[in-house]
């Protein structure tokens, strides 16, 4: 049986693009984004849980983000998890709420966030070509056992090519778009 499968190196640079896209999105822009806060963990019960179990994040202003803890003895914890994760933001307990105001990004921050946007797309870039690889190898091995010609595998590599320039691209297009959007927030 063949170990090519295009559908399959299709998906995973796709997945590749989706991470960055993930990625990108937890990147601080002028605005209130909820998904900022995706990557923060509160401890409570005794144990590490992802904010969006204990409470609810939403942005009732442009530049005001809220946290509606559901239970009130977490309040503090979640305070704790936010200031913790580093994010910049100081949180304001209302409550039941807890209140992050985004400040303004200095243009060293900017510059700094531009940077990390730019890194990320060079991790995803670098998934990408580790997939192009498997696919020129799975498709080098399939020629070696005689289950498809060399000119099969010339075709095929081609097709690799096409869609690893594909993607390359479009997180080339991802992180200049995300860059464009902090430096000009």
């Not at 693009?17 to 990108?24: N, R």
């Not at 990147?27 to 995706?38: P, W, Y």
């Not at 090519?161 to 691209?169: E, S």
Request: proline letters at 4%; a negative charge; zero cysteines.
């Amino acid at each position: 049986m063949a170990k090519y499968d295009k559908a399959d190196i299709e998906r995973r640079m796709q997945g590749a693009i989706d991470s960055l896209k993930g990625d990108l999105s937890g990147l601080r822009t002028g605005r209130a984004n909820t998904s900022l806060l995706d990557p923060v963990v509160v401890e409570v019960y005794g144990s590490m849980m992802p904010l969006n179990q204990v409470a609810t994040v939403s942005a009732p202003e442009p530049r005001m983000l809220s946290v509606q803890v559901w239970d009130k003895a977490n309040v503090t914890a979640v305070e704790k998890g936010i200031a913790k994760a580093n994010l910049g933001l100081n949180p304001m307990i209302d409550g039941q709420n807890v209140r992050l105001p985004m400040p303004d990004l200095t243009e060293e921050r900017r510059k700094d966030l531009a940077k990390l946007a730019g890194q990320y797309a060079e991790q995803s870039k670098i998934a990408i070509r580790n997939v192009r690889r498997d696919g020129m190898e799975a498709l080098k091995e399939d020629e070696k056992k005689k289950e498809i010609s060399e000119d099969e595998r010339k075709r095929s590599e081609e097709e690799v090519q096409k869609l690893t320039d594909k993607y390359v691209g479009e997180a080339d297009q991802t992180a200049q778009a995300k860059e464009k959007e902090i430096m000009t927030q």
